[in-house]
């Protein structure tokens, strides 16, 4: 049963999209868009349900078809001033009706910060008629769709037996990334390491697991069966002589040309992989500086077409895509409408 105002601000709505669709062409108004902000994202996301999502989008991605996913290497105009950038992420698909873009913005920041490093918005329009639908907090998609990402590359790389998780860094990452990986898998330990030892008090009170303090990165990733790293760090922070033989590492943390998370023994021992091959090579300093070979994209091993390689070290190497956004977005606001529906 509709309450009076959802069924008056359903009605409008759909009075207004029968207008647009028979206006548009004369210049009519069409309906203002939806905004759903940071508190109702969180309440609307579920790693449960966006996993199997971000799969398909990301098998989609690597097949390359132009009816599937238009997805470019995002644009990055540099914000010199303020030590950061402000990335575009567009994304068409076609076939699933879905058009967005993220509008995101990253900085290296001063040590000892407290700002974020990471704001973002996305927005979502009708791509028949290019008007928003709806714009959204970016920051809970961001965290969330990034760590769902490393945690499928985890469901892909990882050694079958993997008992121990090392987190590198204690930002909104790595908290987004240790709620996936302990929901969906069950390490017996989880070790956290972080520049200072009050951002790791901070980080363990925040969680509701059990978590390892660890007082250097060689600690904490020593043995460790997986590697998360989440720092802001322009310069390695994960060194290949600690990585144990097989470890599946997900680097999420530099994302620019010049930035390095691992270094060029981890890189080139390991076997490497990626979200998006074209932005690797483009935007991620430990793939090219290093001059390692990207050995193939998830999608291309959740197609089939190239294999995971599990008995080996592995790198999925982050950098973030538009498509992840998009079909997160869409989650979102088809979960927004349903609710919408009910009340
Ligand atoms: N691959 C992707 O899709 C995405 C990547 N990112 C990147 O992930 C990283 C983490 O992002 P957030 O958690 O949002 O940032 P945050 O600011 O919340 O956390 C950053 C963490 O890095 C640590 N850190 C800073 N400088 C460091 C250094 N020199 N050495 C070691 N640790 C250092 C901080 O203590 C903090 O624990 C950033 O580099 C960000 O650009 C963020 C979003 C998406
Ligand atoms: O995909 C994304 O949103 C980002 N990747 C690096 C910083 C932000």
Not at 224 to 246: C, F, H, M, N
Request: hydrophobic share 45%.
């Amino acid at each position: 049963m509709l309450s009076d105002e959802a069924a008056v601000s359903l009605g409008v709505r759909a009075v207004n999209a029968a207008v647009s669709s028979v206006g548009q062409a004369e210049g009519a108004m069409v309906e203002p868009p939806v905004i759903i902000w940071e508190h109702e994202v969180g309440s609307l996301l579920r790693y449960g349900d966006l996993i199997p999502r971000l799969e398909d989008a990301l098998g989609k991605f690597s097949r390359r078809d132009s009816a599937e996913v238009i997805q470019p290497v995002r644009t990055v105009v540099p914000l010199q001033k303020h030590g950061g950038f402000l990335g575009l992420m567009p994304t068409y698909m076609e076939n699933d009706g879905v058009l967005c873009t993220k509008f995101v913005c990253f900085y290296k920041r001063e040590e000892g910060s407290t700002l974020p490093a990471v704001q973002a918005t996305v927005v979502l329009l009708d791509p028949e008629y290019g008007n928003i639908k709806a714009v959204m907090d970016g920051e809970v998609i961001t965290d969330m769709r990034t760590a769902a990402v490393s945690a499928i590359s985890a469901k892909l790389l990882m050694s079958p037996g993997a008992e121990v998780l090392a987190i590198l860094g204690t930002g909104k990452q790595a908290l987004s990334h240790y709620n996936v990986f302990t929901e969906i898998f069950s390490f017996k330990e989880v070790r956290v390491w972080s520049q200072t030892k009050e951002r790791v008090e901070r980080f363990v009170r925040s969680v509701e697991g059990p978590v390892r303090r660890c007082s250097s990165a060689e600690e904490a990733v020593r043995g460790a069966d997986v590697i998360v790293t989440v720092t802001r760090s322009t310069e390695p922070v994960l060194y290949g002589q600690w990585v144990k033989a097989g470890a599946h590492v997900a680097a999420v943390g530099a994302c620019r040309p010049d930035w390095r998370e691992l270094d060029d023994m981890l890189m080139k021992s390991a076997v490497v992989y990626t979200d998006s091959r074209e932005g690797a090579l483009s935007e991620s300093g430990d793939v090219i500086l290093s001059g390692a070979e990207v050995f193939a994209e998830l999608g291309d091993v959740i197609n089939g077409t190239k294999s995971a390689q599990r008995e080996k070290t592995t790198v999925f190497k982050s950098l973030g895509m538009g498509v992840e956004d998009a079909v997160s977005a869409k989650l979102v606001f088809d979960q927004w409408t349903a609710k919408a529906t009910k009340s």
